[in-house]
């Protein structure tokens, strides 16, 4: 399983809900979290305990 470990049948519905781009898995400073594909968008969602919290506003810019 991934390092978010978010479940395979949920990773492969998931997308980015400010642009609805796939998301990848990545390692940010704070642990696992989930990228936007877009390279218009490039949010960053982070995962707390599995659960990805795909909120815009919490978001925050690749980079």
Known sequence: MSES?????LREILRC????????DETGATGPELA????SCGLTYRVDDGIPVLLVDEARPRG
């Not at 470990?5 to 049948?9: A, H, L, R, Y």
């Not at 809900?17 to 990848?24: T, V, Y």
């Open 17 to 24: 809900p400010a642009c609805r781009a796939e998301l990848r």
């Open 36 to 39: 936007c594909t877009s390279e």
């Open 5 to 9: 470990t978010i479940e395979p049948w």
